[in-house]
């Protein structure tokens, strides 16, 4: 059974500090990496993908992955209100086409 | 239009009632999706189809039927369906059916079965 974990939170932050999420999956095969941002009531939006060791920054949001641990995580600097909401976690394996497998989220606020 | 758009929105139906939703991709892309997301639960796949040929069905029970007339439009017929079924159906888009590309979702139906 492939499966993605995260902490269900509520994960709750300052405004301005860096808010922390993190990700395991079961399946070594897996090689990409997706973080969908769901505000409450909406569709999932993709903000971040990740298909190598290591960080890949992008504005304000940073993933991380590490393969040998099967661990990823996202970093928001500079958390503002506006982040407050859902984030999921995907794996994808190419082996299973691009079937995606998703955690069930982690709600983050972020406090004024 | 931009994007993946689908509608209804929104939807109630009795448990003999006969629906369809819609989905629309605006992004060129070959594969087309549909997920389940039901509360604290994760995103459920349903089916894949890529260049509108069905190339993955997760055991989704025969009341849910999908059709894909082309890359760009994709439908789920549902049928005699149970209130266990009332969740936010997903349409999502990615080029391609494989090599874990991402995928893009539209706004989501939110279905209620009475």
């Known amino acids: 059974q492939k499966e993605v974990e995260q902490n269900s939170g509520p994960l709750s932050v300052p405004e301005g500090a860096i808010a922390s999420l993190n990700c395991t999956y079961s399946d070594r095969g897996s090689q990409s990496f997706f973080w969908y941002r769901q505000y409450s009531g909406k569709s999932p939006e993709l903000i971040m993908f990740?298909?190598?060791?290591g960080d890949k920054e992008d504005g304000r949001f940073t993933a991380q992955l590490n393969k040998a641990s099967q661990y990823v995580s996202l970093l928001i600097r500079d958390s503002q209100p506006s982040d407050s909401a859902t984030y999921l976690c995907?794996?994808?394996?190419?082996?299973?086409?691009?079937?995606?497998?998703f955690g069930t989220g982690t709600s983050l606020t972020v406090i004024p | 239009e931009t994007g993946v758009t689908q509608t209804p929105r929104h939807l109630v139906m009795g448990m003999t009632n006969k629906k369809s939703l819609k989905c629309e991709q605006h992004?060129?892309?070959?594969?087309m999706y549909w997920y389940k997301q039901s509360a604290k639960k994760p995103l459920e796949l349903m089916f894949v189809y890529s260049l509108e040929e069905r190339v993955e069905n997760n055991s989704v029970p025969s009341r849910f039927s999908p059709e894909c007339p082309n890359s760009s439009h994709l439908f789920l017929h549902l049928h005699t369906l149970q209130p266990e079924d009332s969740a936010l159906y997903l349409c999502?888009?990615?080029?391609?059916?494989?090599?874990?590309?991402?995928?893009?979702f539209g706004p989501g139906t939110r279905l209620l079965v009475l």
């Open positions: 992004l060129g892309h070959n594969a």
């Open positions: 995907a794996a994808a394996t190419p082996n299973t086409g691009n079937q995606f497998y």
């Open positions: 999502a888009s990615s080029p391609f059916s494989h090599g874990g590309v991402a995928q893009y």
């Open positions: 990740i298909y190598s060791n």
